[in-house]
């Protein structure tokens, strides 16, 4: 867990007190200055006006040391950020620490909400009676076809009537009921991913042939398709978590702005694995690997619902950093620990997290973040092997 994002809130109080303390103490100290220097200049004694100046000294210091909290701050998380890897994504704590009013601080705040969000999202359990709340939609349960929110996570969840290429609605969901021709060609069509694998003697994503799969992703994900012929792909050159939720102003191809309900429209009737390699343009933003995973749960239970999703994780850069391009390794590197980290504490049966085990020195690149034909073909055949 990325404890320095679950945290934010208290380190940005704290960093906030600091942030006052630089003000009011310099002003405490001129202020009781300037009461010793005027109790000095009236006072009897000799000596006063000396016990005064060491008095404004010694605060001085003080004022002077506040100041000095930043760099030592700083210090001591290089030095804690050199000593393991994993304890990098201490970033979060300083940049709350240190710049409390600034944007970085506020998107780790956003990622340790999204984080609880998700931690309870997986804590939720079904009521005594053996249901859950669901989205409400048409359930294929015990053989029959029932509209509501609230059904057995044993049941189905179908978007579209397969005899008529219909999106459900409750009323065809009930009609099905009454057909019984339609009702066994639909409930044959529609069997849950789980059956068609055991069919075929293996589970999860295993087994399934080639034409079952979709690609989705950004740029890279668009050189492997184009560079591997593959048809059943999505891309959004230059975007990321803002195109899965139809926002497709910074994909620079002509990009679907419903890629959701277009990916679910190539189920076949015998399971659909969606390959995902998406991250690469928002890794600078520290709230995103919690936000996929909201994202990708949020689609299995909707158009995605009869998918598998396999998450490729993010490929590495030539160097720390590309020109031209607003990236760097370490954080590539924070975004792929926190993307594994969810998905393997979410234990969901239906989203695979991929590492393909290839290092810069394995790959050939174009402009150090994406690659050659070439490249995009070694990518291609590591992911079959690795992930498919």
């Avoid at 034909?373 to 992930?387: L, N, P, Q, V, W």
């Amino acid at each position: 867990m990325n404890f320095c994002a679950t945290s934010a809130r208290i380190w940005q109080l704290v960093g906030y007190a600091l942030f006052v303390l630089k003000i009011v103490i310099p002003l405490i100290i001129i202020i009781l200055g300037i009461i010793d220097f005027t109790k000095a200049l009236t006072a009897s004694k000799d000596d006063a006006l000396n016990d005064a100046v060491k008095a404004v000294l010694i605060r001085f210091v003080i004022g002077i040391a506040i100041f000095f909290i930043p760099l030592i701050i700083s210090t001591l998380f290089a030095f804690i950020k050199s000593a393991s890897p994993f304890i990098a994504k201490a970033e979060g704590c300083e940049e709350c620490l240190l710049k409390p009013f600034g944007d970085t601080c506020q998107a780790y705040k956003a990622e340790g909400e999204n984080i609880r969000n998700t931690q309870k999202q997986q804590a939720s359990k079904p009521n005594e009676d053996g249901y859950e709340v669901r989205t409400p939609g048409c359930y294929f349960c015990n053989s029959e076809y029932i509209w509501t929110d609230s059904a057995p996570s044993s049941c189905t969840r179908l978007s579209i009537e397969t005899s008529t290429g219909k999106k459900f609605t409750k009323e065809l969901c009930e009609a099905v009921n009454n057909d019984p021709d339609r009702k066994e060609h639909t409930s044959t069509a529609q069997k849950p991913p789980e059956e068609d694998d055991q069919n075929q003697g293996s589970s999860g994503t295993s087994g399934s042939s080639d034409k079952n799969y979709v690609f989705v992703g950004d740029s890279i994900m668009d050189g492997i398709c184009s560079n591997n012929n593959l048809s059943k792909c999505f891309s959004c050159v230059g975007g990321g978590l803002d195109w899965l939720n139809g926002d497709t102003s910074r994909c620079q191809n002509n990009a679907t702005n419903n890629v959701g309900n277009d990916v679910g429209e190539h189920y076949n009737g015998q399971g659909l694995n969606i390959v995902v390699y998406l991250g690469t343009n928002d890794v600078m933003a520290p709230a995103m690997p919690s936000e996929y995973y909201l994202k990708y749960d949020e689609l299995l239970k909707g158009p995605w619902h009869y998918g598998n999703i396999i998450v490729i994780k993010l490929l590495p850069l030539k160097s720390e950093t590309v020109s031209g391009y607003n990236i760097n390794q370490t954080r590539v590197n924070n975004f792929n620990t926190e993307m594994e980290d969810i998905v393997k504490r979410a234990n969901n049966s239906k989203v695979k997290y991929c590492d393909l085990g290839l290092s810069s020195g394995d790959l050939e690149y174009s402009d150090g973040l994406h690659f050659t034909a070439s490249g995009y073909k070694k990518i291609y055949e590591t992911i079959k092997s690795k992930c498919l």
